[in-house]
C-alpha cells in the first residue's frame, strides 16, 4: 500500500461505494472485528489514552517525553501530522520518516478490503482513513513492543476508535466547545463523549481548573457542570480519579517557562519549552498520568533529573512555535475559541506589556465557528490589539472561502486583507507590521507546515 492508496481513502465517506457510518451502527464492533482479524495486537501494549478538546496533543508529548526520558521505550500516535503522515507516529521521541510509515502501510495492506460489502455478512472492516492510520498504530507498537504507548483520541472518546484499548491510565484534559455538530452543543454533552474512555479500575486523571480569563472560566457553572458529567462517569464504572499535579510558573525565560512541582518527597524545577500558563496546566495532568502509570507498571519512580530532563527535551510543533524573528513569526494551530483564547493569552504574557503592532494570518475550515474563534482571540490578547488579518483559504473541500473569513474580521472591525494562499498571506503581513512588528499564525493545523517552508524560503532569498 503505497502514500497514493492512502490518499484514495481520504474522502471514503464521501465515495459510492463507501459504507457509512449510520446512527443505528454507529459503534466500534466493525472496526473491532477487522483489527481481530490482526490478532488484536492493541491488547499486548501498556497504553495512555488522553482525550480532551484542547491539550491532549500537548500532554500525550509531555508524557512521551519524560517516559522516554526514565528509560521506556516509548511509542506516541497522534494527529493531525504537519507535513506527511509519519509525523503521527513517534518512536522515542524521533518522527517516523514518510518511508518508515509507507513500509508499516504496506504490512497492514492485507487486511485491507475495498470490495463492495455483503450486507449479509458482518462488518470486518473500516470506514474512515483515520481508523487504518490507528491500527498501523495499534499493530506497530506491539511489533517493536513499546514498554508504554500513549495514544491520543482522534475526536470525542466513546466512538473514536482509539477508545478499544484498556490503557494503564488515561486522562481528560480541558474541554471545551468543539466539533459540536457531532459532539454536542454544550460542554455537558461534550464531556459525555470524552469521559466514554473512562474504564473500569482504570486512573483517569482530569483537568481540574479552567483557565483564568477563558470561556469556561466566564461561566464556571458550565464548567463545574461539564466536570460532574465527567465523575459520574468515573463513578459510575469504578474508575479512580486522580487531579494533575500542581506546577508553578515561576516566569518566561528565552527557553520557556522556568516551573517547579512536587515529585516524590522532592521540589523539582525545570524548563518547560512550551510556552503558555495551560502548557503548565498540561504538564500537571502529564506528570500526575506518568506517576500513575510508573506505579501501575510496578516500575521505580524516576529521579527528579530525568523528569526535568524529559519535560525541557518535550517536541511539539505548531503551539506556540517562534520560527522567525525581524518581524517575529508565531505558528500556533489554534483552531477553535478555546484555544483561540489560550493562543492569545499566551502571546500577550509573552510580550510581558510590551507594545507591538500584531497581525494575525488567518485561515480556518468552513465548519469552524470563525467569529468567535477571532473574538476569543482577541479578547484575550487585549490590551494588545490586532492591527491587521490577512486572510487566506486553507486548501480542500472543507476549508472556508477567504472572502468568508473576511466579513468576519471586517464586521469586528479589523483592517482585512485577503489572499490567494498563505505564502501571499504572509508576505502582505510582513510588509504591514515592519521588522519589529509580530505575525501570529493561526486558525488551521493543515496549512503550519505550508507557512514555515514559506518563512524559510524568504529566509534562504535573502
Known sequence: MTTTFLDRLVDLERRPDARPYTEV?????GFRRWVSMMGNPQDGVPWIHIAGTKGKGSTAALCESILHEAGLHTGLFTSPHLAHYGQRYRFDTADWTLDEFNA?????????????????VPEKTFRTVFEVLTAIAFREFAAENVQAGVLEVGLGGRLDCTNIVTPIVCAITSIGLD???????????????KAGIIKPDVPVVVYD???????AHADMGSFHAAREVILARASEVGAPVLDPIPVTNLGIGDEGQHVSFPWGDETVEATLPLVGTHQTQNLGVALRVCEAFIARTARPLPHRVL???GIGDVRWQGRFEIIASNPTIVLDGAHCPLSAAA?????RDWLAGKPA??????????DKDHGSFLSALAGALAPVGIGGVHC???PGRRGAPVDALARVAGAQGFPTTSTVDIESALHQARGAVGPDGVILVAGSLYTLEAARAAVLNEQQDA
Open 25 to 29: 451502527e454507529y459503534n466500534l464492533d
Open 104 to 120: 508499516a502501510a504496506t504490512r497492514i495492506e492485507p487486511f485491507i478490503d475495498l470490495r463492495p460489502h455483503d450486507p449479509h
Open 179 to 193: 466539533h459540536t455538530s457531532m459532539l454536542g452543543i454544550t460542554r455537558e454533552q461534550i464531556a459525555a463523549e
Open 209 to 215: 481548573e479552567p483557565l483564568p480569563g477563558s470561556a
Open 307 to 309: 523528569v526535568a530532563r
Open 343 to 347: 493562543a492569545g493569552r499566551t502571546l
Open 357 to 366: 503592532n500584531v497581525h494575525l494570518v488567518w485561515g480556518m475550515q468552513g
Open 392 to 394: 487566506y483559504p486553507v
